[in-house]
């Protein structure tokens, strides 16, 4: 199937696309399925770029370029077609043709599955990561895991979630190429036996059992510049030896490490398979970035000045054990040397302070399952040690606290910190609170090797894919050169803030948006909504710290006043609350707070007393592509974790440039996000991290005492279990009222009073539509910072000092990537 002219014109890529079509499904095309026309022109459009993507591949390697390979457990992609047809500059001629022949593209885009291979923010962002470094033309490649199951598929059954497989991969995934000759081995069990031949150290890994992992690669296209780079995703399969005495068991072991995301690891046998998965795609990736760089430059002493190696959060750590192994027993390299060269080719990304997210893996698993990385790994701590005893003397705290063999377990992000020669937090206050108090004894060990990098998001996904209204606004005050840089046509709406016009046309926009959320919730929950009402958001992975519970006890609280008061009733804006969130399945709380959500919602949309004032909405199923239509709908985004937990946040981005208003903690981005619009266009309420961070060490916080003195906060959690849901049996929420009064982590009812004040804010605020749609445009204004492409320059500037990426020319006959955005404008109204 020869593509490469086929998008030229409308006309040129109707008849290949017919013809293609006919040709793969032997069928005329009359008789063909929006399923079958998605895997054609996702087919074309592979092979239109395939050019493209092997010259980005040949120059750089002919330059002999620096490259970076990032690594992460996670790269939450979402449906690929329209922002490949985008980035590509051809959907300005598949729009036009399809039209023509009758065809609905939307129809045909929603045909492709999300992507299985993320569950939150961690994953969204690297794949935004992957977008603008491929647009910036540098070259940055992605390894991941072929998970054959996303992380689940949620439902809800009686108010509680449910899970189901995520068989994404149940159809054909048109975008990836199998690698068979790329396959990489990778050994795990057995034992380490070391002899000395010739006066060099021979080590050989004895009665391991093989794993071959087989490379699947993805495009990652560049918008308009003709770079591709490339995700690569390593699926188990069976090694050429394996153990014939079990031959089904090694099957069914091996298949479970490409199975799924995050499997549970509460028992021994969890544990091992999380492991196993880390090191899998790990040795994988790094074994084939050193059999590339070999065959470029002949040898590996240049590793430091060709080759960055960044781990994404701590489940790539192995990175580091990994490369020494390499460098030393393959390579034959000094310890000292090695050891040199691995830590100045590693770079570490932090991403959480929470203790249970910085992995630590028992000894007696991590050295059964990977006998030569621990050995490796304990050799790099004994070295550590010695260095910091000749600092800091022996048996020194700075020594226990640095150490990555400790209590039994071995400490991941030790690991991480001590093998780069970079560790960035995700946003200014993260990175502070990293540098001065969760890292700090790291940070004044190795002065200089903490910055920051405050965390971003792809515009052209999140705006110019996802809300063609904003587009022509955006084309019409800030130049249709926007796209190209945010962060500098952006403030040109800050001219038009308060022009009346223009405000007319950004709540249209807002309209516009809101009705395209409603029309799909009430199609697929049968809920219907007030497009009038305030649309006040939290959509994002079910924790504690990040306190939907006290956004569903805010509600419950409003309920109880608006059947109560009724001057409150009169002068109460109607506003609906919508959560999108999964829950971990062994996470017993969170999934209780799902059925609390849900019994809220049952008991308050049907009271026809306030349902016009008051309704909530669960949204089953949150993913990338659901994202994709809350995000452009939202008036308020909830961004109200305890202060100092959230290292970023990347949804309180998405919302804001697309013109919501932040009502949340000074917490991770948000801080950043106060000081781009100033006090005035955010509503900020609740402790600071400072305040937090004190409470936890001082103690003195008492939940008692915010339940026996505030009313409000004693009728919300008597509710929770004195038959107030009638339609529950009344133990349903004890955990939920235990987990309150008992120790309150999380604060919850302390930072309540506040937060009800915010609440009322915004509610008085909206009333004001002048007052609102400034403060609206002034947050889509100040959000060109928080693109991924700035964020992704300063990586490069800081970090990696990698050089753009220059291929061939453009071709003369596609649409430009600002084009395909205009013709999306007309086609996806609401």
């Not at 950004?506 to 309209?511: D, E, G, I, R, V």
């Not at 009812?749 to 002034?778: G, P, R, T």
Request: proline share 3%; with cysteine.
């Amino acid at each position: 199937m020869n593509n490469y002219p086929n998008f030229k014109d409308k006309e040129t890529f109707k008849k290949a696309f017919k013809a293609n079509v006919e040709a793969k499904y032997a069928i005329d095309f009359e008789k063909s399925t929006p399923y079958q026309q998605y895997v054609v022109l996702g087919e074309m459009i592979r092979y239109y770029i395939a050019k493209d993507w092997n010259n980005t591949n040949q120059v750089t390697f002919d330059t002999k370029a620096k490259k970076v390979y990032y690594f992460s457990m996670e790269f939450l992609i979402g449906r690929m077609i329209t922002n490949n047809l985008m980035n590509a500059g051809v959907y300005d001629v598949v729009k036009e043709a399809f039209d023509d022949m009758g065809i609905d593209l939307n129809e045909v885009e929603h045909q492709e599955s999300d992507a299985g291979l993320g569950n939150g923010g961690l994953g969204r962002l690297a794949a935004c990561f992957m977008d603008s470094v491929a647009s910036l033309g540098l070259p940055v490649h992605g390894n991941c895991i072929r998970y054959r199951y996303g992380f689940f598929e949620q439902g809800v059954v009686n108010g509680y979630q449910v899970e189901h497989p995520d068989r994404w991969l149940k159809d054909v995934h048109v975008w990836e190429i199998r690698k068979d000759d790329q396959a990489v081995e990778i050994p795990f069990y057995g034992y380490i036996q070391m002899s000395t031949v010739n006066g060099k150290l021979v080590v050989e890994h004895k009665d391991a059992e093989y794993v071959k992992a087989v490379p699947y690669d993805v495009p990652m296209i560049g918008a308009g510049n003709h770079i591709v780079n490339t995700l690569r995703l390593w699926s188990a399969e069976p090694a050429s030896t394996y153990p014939e005495n079990d031959a089904f068991q090694y099957a069914r072991n091996l298949r479970e490490i490409s199975s799924m995301l995050y499997p549970n690891d509460d028992t021994d046998e969890g544990k091992l398979l999380r492991l196993k998965q880390q090191y899998f795609f790990v040795a994988a990736g790094v074994n084939g970035a050193l059999r590339l760089h070999k065959k470029t430059f002949g040898t590996v002493k240049n590793l430091a000045d060709k080759l960055v190696f960044h781990i994404n959060d701590t489940h790539p750590a192995l990175i580091v054990p990994e490369l020494m192994r390499y460098l030393v027993d393959e390579e034959g390299l000094a310890w000292e040397e090695a050891w040199n060269i691995t830590k100045n080719c590693c770079a570490y990304t932090n991403h959480t302070i929470l203790a249970e997210a910085l992995e630590k893996w028992p000894v007696h698993l991590f050295k059964r399952l990977l006998p030569r990385i621990y050995t490796i790994t304990e050799e790099i701590n004994r070295r550590i040690l010695l260095e910091i005893a000749s600092v800091y003397g022996p048996n020194s705290k700075q020594a226990y606290d640095m150490a990555i063999i400790k209590d039994g377990r071995v400490h991941m992000a030790n690991l991480a910190i001590h093998g780069s020669f970079s560790v960035n937090g995700v946003a200014a206050l993260h990175t502070e609170i990293l540098k001065n108090i969760e890292m700090k004894v790291f940070n004044d060990y190795y002065p200089g090797k903490f910055n920051n990098k405050t965390n971003g998001i792809t515009h052209r996904r999140w705006v110019a894919q996802s809300n063609p209204e904003l587009v022509e606004i955006l084309d019409k005050y800030c130049g249709k050169d926007w796209i190209k840089d945010p962060e500098k046509y952006f403030p040109e709406l800050l001219k038009i803030a308060d022009d009346p016009k223009a405000q007319k046309e950004f709540a249209l926009m807002k309209k516009a948006r809101k009705e395209a959320l409603a029309t799909k919730i009430f199609n697929e929950q049968g809920i219907s909504l007030d497009t009038n009402s305030i649309f006040d958001v939290q959509v994002k992975r079910l924790h504690e710290y990040k306190r939907q519970l006290m956004n569903a006890l805010h509600i419950m609280y409003i309920y109880n006043r608006l059947k109560s008061d009724a001057e409150f009733k009169k002068n109460y804006h109607p506003h609906t609350f919508i959560f999108g969130a999964k829950a971990a399945s062994g996470y017993v709380l969170a999934k209780k707070i799902i059925k609390l959500i849900n019994t809220i919602a049952d008991k308050v949309n049907n009271d026809y007393e306030t349902n016009s004032l008051l309704k909530v909405v669960f949204c089953v199923n949150y993913n990338v592509t659901y994202a994709e239509t809350i995000m452009p709908a939202a008036d308020v985004s909830e961004q109200i974790s305890t202060a100092s937990k959230e290292a970023s946040g990347t949804g309180n981005m998405k919302f804001m440039m697309n013109g919501a208003i932040t009502c949340g903690t000074l917490d991770g981005a948000n801080v950043e996000i106060g000081e781009l619009v100033g006090d005035e266009n955010i509503v900020i309420f609740g402790m600071t991290a400072k305040e937090v961070t004190d409470l936890y060490d001082q103690g003195g916080y008492n939940p008692w005492d915010y339940y026996n003195n505030d009313q409000r906060i004693r009728q919300v959690i008597d509710q929770l279990t004195n038959g107030f849901f009638d339609r529950v049996d009344r133990g349903e929420f004890q955990m939920i009222r235990d987990t309150l009064l008992g120790k309150d982590n999380y604060f919850v009812l302390k930072d309540f009073d506040s937060y009800v004040k915010a609440q009322e804010k915004i509610n008085e605020l909206y009333k004001d539509q002048k007052k609102w749609l400034h403060m609206s445009i002034v947050n889509i204004a100040k959000s060109g910072f928080f693109t991924t492409d700035r964020t992704m320059r300063q990586y490069n500037e800081d970090i990696w000092h990698v050089s753009p990426i220059e291929t061939v020319k453009p071709k003369a006959e596609a649409a430009t990537p600002k084009k395909a955005c205009q013709k999306r404008s007309s086609a996806k109204k609401a």
